[in-house]
């Protein structure tokens, strides 16, 4: 069974920094691509990042969040990370981590985690 459990959300002031972690389990980690979507309060899912996997390294930011967060896995360790800088308070959202159906992070996603709660706000 695949499992996906995000964690390190939280409160932080405009212009902090977050590290979001995913531990996965249950599927071959490195073969896959992974992403990161979020949902901000009263509004809909929006796509946020993507790493490919079988050691492509293809990555793809929202232009949104492009120069402020960074996408990054660890094989060994069965864990996504999403380092968000310069925090800003339309980033407040729960955010998703998801698993691709293959190893392009263009094919849909086919599991999610419930999610971690991020707040930017003074």
């Known amino acids: 069974e695949v499992q996906l459990v995000e964690s390190g959300g939280g409160l932080v002031q405009p212009g902090g920094s977050l590290r979001l972690s995913c531990a996965a389990s249950?599927?071959?980690?490195?073969?896959?691509?992974m992403s990161w979507v979020r949902q901000a309060p009263g509004k809909g899912l929006e796509w946020v990042s993507a790493?490919?996997?079988?050691?492509?390294?293809?990555?793809s930011y929202i232009d949104s969040v492009k120069g402020r967060f960074t996408i990054s896995r660890d094989n060994a360790k069965n864990t996504l990370y999403l380092q968000m800088n310069s925090l800003k308070p339309e980033d407040t959202a729960v955010y998703y981590c998801t698993k691709v159906s293959s190893n392009s992070w263009s094919a849909g996603m086919d599991s999610w985690g419930k999610g971690t709660l991020v707040t930017v706000s003074s």
């Open positions: 790493i490919s996997g079988g050691g492509g390294g293809s990555i």
């Open positions: 249950g599927f071959t980690f490195s073969t896959y691509a």
